[in-house]
């Protein structure tokens, strides 16, 4: 495990715009990105700015509900993905997950994802958000077994 990243946030603005460095930094096909911290600190915003930073123009919405939502651009597909409502690992399974992670050129993002991290065989990164005051967010990125930039 290595930290590849450590920053403070004072925006949404600012939160996305780490995201697309992330993603033009760090990002490639084949990866999977867990993205934790708590209810409302910033994970979709900073999963806005990752998806602009792979090139995708559509507008991203919180998968909260949907569970899932997949973004195209030519044969790259982001997978976007939210584990808040799920309980039980087999949920998980059954969402399968597993066949978004074979998509070699494609890259898997999981909001809560630390949830169920036992599903989770490295390499991956590991991206943690936490409450600063007020808008202040402060945002960490590890790296598991992939640390190329
Ligand atoms: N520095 C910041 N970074 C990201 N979001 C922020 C920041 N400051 C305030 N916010 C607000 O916090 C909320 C984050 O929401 P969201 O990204 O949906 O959270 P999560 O997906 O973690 O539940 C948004 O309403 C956003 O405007
Ligand atoms: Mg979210």
């Known amino acids: 495990m290595k930290i590849i990243a450590r920053w403070q946030s004072k925006s949404e603005e600012e939160t996305q715009k780490r995201g697309e460095e992330l993603a033009k930094k760090f990002f490639h096909p084949g990866d999977l990105v867990i993205v934790a911290g708590e209810l409302g600190v910033g994970k979709t915003q900073l999963v806005k700015g990752i998806a602009r930073g792979l ?3 559509e ?3 919180s998968p ?3 569970l899932v939502n997949e973004y195209k651009k030519g044969d790259f597909t982001l997978y976007h993905l939210d584990f808040y409502r799920l309980e039980k ?3 998980v399974i059954d969402l399968g997950w597993e066949e978004y992670q074979e998509d070699e050129k494609g890259i898997v993002i999981v909001e ?3 949830k169920f991290s036992s599903l989770f065989p490295p390499p991956f ?3 943690h958000l936490s409450y ?3 808008e202040i967010r402060y945002i960490e990125v590890f790296c598991y077994d992939s640390c190329s930039g």
């Open 59 to 61: 507008e991203i919405k």
């Open 125 to 127: 990164f590991w991206v």
């Open 64 to 66: 909260s509900f949907s």
């Open 132 to 134: 600063g005051g007020e």
């Open 112 to 114: 809560w994802g630390d």
């Open 89 to 91: 690992e087999e949920e």
């Open 55 to 57: 090139g995708i123009e």
